[in-house]
């Protein structure tokens, strides 16, 4: 049945089959692999005059939006002319639909990542093709043209000046990933891809040389922030493994502090419309899809490490079994991904929602274990943790399930817990307790009895142990530990 129907479609969709050709950069068609189930309609890229491709370098020189310079393939001139300096790192800047290399998340990129190094940056502009004049489904079109476009000013950058492809990583959000992953393609050895929220409709389920993969370059490094299904959710990004390594933070489907389900997007785009322009509506509309740029440009100058743990599922992360970096398998999400290149696979890590002193979103881990002591009376409730060291103290954090309430000697509860700040050797653990009021847990102790307290700081891998010696603690009272160390 679904073999006719593709059959048909084909049947029907051939009569529109075509290719354009645009000199050095070739051809394209809309037929398959640019073309199937999951891109029903498949469009011509559009001229390269109408996309409009425009390069702008930016140096320590020339660091600022009036000082940049444009540079344009084939014209030795602009070239010559510029800070260019083929002996260093080259990093490209490359945004998605609707966007504009005037936004001012590609400058604060470019900002951080000169302030970070003393490098070539270029912002890549094709706004008239990815303009919300046209479609998504030209805009994806388009972005084939773009993808050959950077191509030919690197091979052309390497001729003149005998700067390395190997030497440039390329920076992308969203249909922009996909640029860099045409560009890489062409390329051939292009040394870095960093995928921003990749984006998913019209590529999830395509063909590898539709879409942004790892062959691409000789690292891909993707950060999935908004990767909830497109159709119901309105998630803009892919959740698909896309990289040599993959970063979830938060699970990788919605962000902490984000509400971008249908209803509140279209109230909360009108109000930004309203009162911040463009770039407040596009903020509110796709919140998680633009936190990935946020990682992103703060890991650049970040001191926070952004430290991501390989697992089997989110689910199993924030329960605190995968804390664990053992062979070398963590990396850390954004800048750095590449100084851990031996990290495969889907690393997980979990952030603030930015809304503390400084507008951070990296947080330290830990695991939090407590056991409960083997001679203690069974009873009913939750257990409540806060750790402090010599430069932070947690808030206060249930460690037990939330639902079930039954609490066993010789058990261990544990939990993930994150902190914006860095607490530093844990020196100091407070257990709450809060008995269950329940009827049915009439019968049950009146106190919790502690064995042991671990927490296991994920960024440094270290754990600190705290014996409770049997210590009781009754309901509402907090214990204090401060004893590091000892046989328990
Ligand atoms: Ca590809």
């Not at 479609?135 to 993808?147: F, P």
């Not at 998630?235 to 979830?248: C, E, I, N, Q």
């Not at 509400?259 to 009162?275: A, I, Q, Y």
């Not at 808030?395 to 079930?404: A, L, P, S």
């Amino acid at each position: 049945m679904l073999l006719s129907v593709l059959s048909i479609l084909s049947l029907a969709y051939a009569a529109q089959a075509a290719e354009v050709c645009y000199g050095d950069l070739g051809c394209f068609t809309n037929i398959a692999p640019f073309w199937g189930l999951n891109r029903p309609l498949s469009s011509l890229p559009d001229p390269p005059d109408v996309v409009g491709t425009k390069f702008y370098l930016y140096t320590r020189a020339n660091p600022t939006m009036a000082l940049r310079e444009r540079l344009v393939a084939d014209s030795i001139a602009t070239l010559s002319a510029s800070h260019f300096s083929s002996s260093k790192p080259t990093r490209m800047v490359i945004h998605g639909f609707t966007g504009s290399a005037e936004h001012a998340w590609v400058q604060t990129i470019v900002d951080e990542l000169l302030l970070k190094e003393d490098i070539n940056v270029i912002t890549v502009d094709w706004a008239d093709g990815a303009s919300i004049g046209g479609s998504y489904g030209q805009a994806t079109a388009n972005s084939r043209v773009v993808g050959a476009e950077v191509a030919k000013i690197v091979n052309y950058m390497s001729a003149q000046t005998g700067a390395n492809a190997r030497n440039f990583h390329l920076i992308g959000h969203s249909l922009g990933c996909h640029v860099a992953g045409y560009a890489g393609d062409i390329l051939g050895n292009v040394g870095r891809i960093t995928a921003l929220d990749a984006s998913e409709p019209y590529f999830d389920g395509m063909d590898a040389i539709v879409k942004l993969d790892p062959t691409d370059a000789l690292f891909v490094d993707v950060i999935h922030s908004d990767g909830s299904p497109f159709i119901g959710t309105l998630g803009m990004g892919t959740s698909l493994p896309t990289g040599h390594v993959d970063f979830y933070p938060n699970g990788g489907e919605y962000q902490p502090g984000c509400h971008d389900n249908f209803v509140s997007s279209v109230v909360s785009t009108g109000f930004g419309l309203l009162t911040e322009g463009y770039d407040g509506a596009e903020a509110a509309a796709a919140c998680s899809h633009l936190r990935a740029i946020d990682y992103f440009t703060e890991s650049i100058n970040s001191e926070c490490p952004f430290t991501a743990y390989p697992c089997e599922s989110y689910d199993k992360f924030k329960d605190g079994f995968c804390m664990s970096c053992a062979g070398n398998t963590c990396s850390q999400m954004g800048y750095r991904a590449r100084d851990h290149y031996g990290a495969r696979g889907k690393l997980y890590l979990t952030t603030t929602d930015g809304t503390q002193p400084g507008g951070k979103f990296c947080a330290y881990h830990y695991k939090v274990q407590v056991t409960s002591s083997t001679r203690m009376e069974e009873t009913a409730g939750r257990i409540y943790v806060t750790f402090q060291g010599p430069s932070g103290i947690t808030d206060t954090m249930e460690v037990t399930d939330g639902d079930v309430m039954d609490l066993k000697p010789g058990v261990t509860y544990q939990k993930l817990v994150s902190s914006p700040s860095n607490i530093g050797d844990v020196s100091r653990v407070g257990l709450r307790f809060e008995r269950s009021s329940s009827i049915w847990d009439f019968f049950a102790a009146q106190y919790y009895t502690v064995g042991k307290v671990t927490i296991t700081a994920g960024e440094t891998q270290t754990s600190f142990k705290f014996c409770g010696s049997d210590t009781p603690v009754n309901n509402g009272e907090t214990l204090q530990l401060t004893q590091v160390g000892g046989t328990c």
